[in-house]
C-alpha cells in the first residue's frame, strides 16, 4: 500500500500534500515550482510507494472553467503520460484558498507567512487531500 499524493497545481507554484503510510493523516510536503514538478513526483515515486494521486480541479459555482482549469487540465494529461499506473483522482478545490488562508490566520501565522503564497499552496494540497480522504471512508 502506498501513500495517496494531492497536488495544488498552479502556472508558478504546485502545493503538494501526502499521506502516512496508513493513509490516516494528510500533511503539506512542499511547494514546488511548475516546471520542475513531474521530476520531483519522479524522484519521489523512486523512493516512496505512490498509490494514487488528487489533482485539486479548479471550478466555478456554475461548474464552469475558471482561467486555471484548461491549465490544471494539461497537467493532468502530462500527469498520466509520466504515471500510466498510477490513479488520478480530480476532487473539487473551490474554497481550498480561502480555507487556507483563513487557517493560517486561526494559527497565528504571522502577515509574513501569509503572504509566502508557498506556505498557502501547501495548506490548500492539504484540504484537497483531506477531502478525498474523507469521501474514501
Request: hydrophobic share 40%.
Amino acid at each position: 500500500m502506498g501513500r495517496i499524493l494531492a497536488l495544488d497545481y498552479g502556472t508558478k507554484r504546485v502545493g503538494i500534500a501526502v499521506t502516512d503510510p496508513l493513509k490516516i493523516i494528510a500533511t503539506a510536503l512542499d511547494t514546488i515550482h511548475a516546471k520542475d514538478v513531474l521530476v520531483f513526483l519522479q524522484n519521489y515515486t523512486k523512493t516512496e510507494a505512490v498509490e494514487a494521486f488528487v489533482l485539486g480541479m479548479p471550478l466555478k459555482l456554475d461548474q464552469s472553467d475558471t482561467n486555471n482549469t484548461q491549465h490544471v487540465r494539461a497537467f493532468h494529461k502530462k500527469l498520466a503520460e509520466t504515471f500510466p499506473d498510477i490513479p488520478i483522482h480530480l476532487e473539487d478545490e473551490r474554497f481550498t484558498s480561502k480555507i487556507a488562508l483563513d487557517t493560517m490566520i486561526e494559527m497565528g501565522s504571522s502577515r509574513k507567512d501569509r503572504q509566502q503564497k508557498g506556505n498557502l499552496d501547501k495548506i490548500s494540497a492539504v484540504l484537497i487531500l483531506q477531502s478525498f480522504m474523507e469521501k474514501m471512508h
